[in-house]
């Protein structure tokens, strides 16, 4: 894509449509240190799109974390760090 001289882009029909961004949608663009991600914003959407599209999200990122070989409780014991500080009753 190239950046009109307004700074516009064209968003192709099929990213369009796969986050169902029509006019007058709203959408973000989150700079990250060497990226921009872009983002829509859907106020409207129904909690069953929510979960459809949460759902999707969690199955595009199955296997992708690394524990090194350690149990979930291990990572998040290692992820936690010392809890031998806390006041817990």
Known sequence: ??????????IPEEIRDHLGIGPGSEVEFLAT???VRFVAVSENMSEEEASRR????LDHM???????????DEYTE???????????D
């Open 62 to 72: 199955a296997g992708t974390l690394d524990l090194g070989g350690m149990t979930t």
């Open 78 to 88: 290692w992820l936690r760090g010392p809890r031998e500080n806390l006041d817990i």
């Open 54 to 57: 949460f759902s999707r999200l």
């Open 1 to 10: 894509m190239r950046v009109t001289t307004k700074g516009q882009v064209t």
């Open 33 to 35: 240190e060497d990226a």
